[in-house]
């Protein structure tokens, strides 16, 4: 049996890095007809795979109470739905990457929920703690485990601190460039096995929240982490640029190379009261 690991403000280690995301178009070793006839799929956000891990929420609400716990999971199959091609894949040994993040908002701005709460995580997903920046909450880096072809993560998140929160789900792949995949810097993903058949080494991990992610009832929250945090590069999958949080697909252009779907980032509002 695993040991739990009970991770607070004391443990926090500086891991730089992990936020800065690698954009710009990569060089295609390969012709488009080429290409389709190895991979015969429509591509809806290009040909970065877009693997679906919905974040489970549990109990989910909008408020809760001091010393209440929040758990939070993933466990899924390793066929797996990418977004882009609209298919299931099968998508063995992906290292499922994650770093949790959880904001505060009062009249003062943000403050990093993980100094004021606890979270109870296994230490069989190697959590963590990376350290907070003026734009980036601190948060809380784990993998998910792969057994008999069962992708899966979970941790408590226990509430000890009264306020409104936000939280932020962010996969490492969005920030490893294929280039730097051939050049054996992230060795992990050399041993990713895909069935689709596609010539590509890039990933992109969905995190979408199952049930109400609470945009409307935590609209001021959520608009201060879009511009604060992510520069106005959140957009909504399914609204136009005059969306009153998100603001669609803004100037800095396509999703693909620059944006963020708030819809998988695994944004989700709630109120904790005494």
Not at 48 to 63: C, E, G, R, V, Y
Not at 190 to 219: M, Q
Request: proline share 4%; with cysteine.
């Amino acid at each position: 049996m695993s040991m739990m690991c009970l991770i607070n403000k004391c443990l926090i280690i500086l891991v730089a890095g992990l936020l800065i995301t690698i954009s710009g178009c990569l060089p295609d070793s390969i012709s488009s007809e080429e290409y389709f006839e190895l991979c015969p799929y429509e591509l809806k956000y290009g040909r970065k795979f877009h693997l679906d891990a919905p974040i489970n929420i549990s109990p989910h609400q909008m408020t809760y109470e001091v010393g209440d716990t929040i758990t939070f999971s993933y466990e899924f199959t390793d066929t797996i739905f990418c977004h882009s091609r609209e298919h299931d894949f099968v998508i063995g040994d992906f290292p499922f990457n994650t770093l949790f993040s959880l904001y505060r908002f009062d009249s003062e701005g943000w403050h990093s929920g993980l100094l004021e709460n606890d979270i109870i995580i296994d230490s069989v997903y190697a959590p963590l703690i990376v350290d907070g920046t003026s734009r980036w909450s601190v948060g809380v880096n784990s993998f998910a485990t792969y057994t008999d072809n069962i992708y899966s993560l979970n941790f408590q998140l226990i509430l000890l601190t009264p306020g409104r929160y936000v939280t932020s789900f962010f996969d490492r792949s969005w920030a490893v460039d294929e280039l730097d995949i051939l050049d054996g810097l992230f060795p992990e993903y050399l041993s990713v096995t895909n069935n689709s058949g596609c010539p590509d080494a890039r990933y992109g991990v969905c995190h979408g929240i199952n049930g109400d992610p609470h945009y409307e009832a935590f609209s001021t929250e959520m608009t201060f982490l879009d511009e604060g945090s992510y520069r106005g590069r959140l957009y909504s999958l399914g609204t136009d640029r005059d969306d009153p949080i998100w603001g669609g697909l803004n100037e800095f252009g396509s999703h693909e190379n620059q944006g963020r779907a708030a819809e998988w980032v695994g944004i989700f509002g709630f109120e904790v009261v005494e």
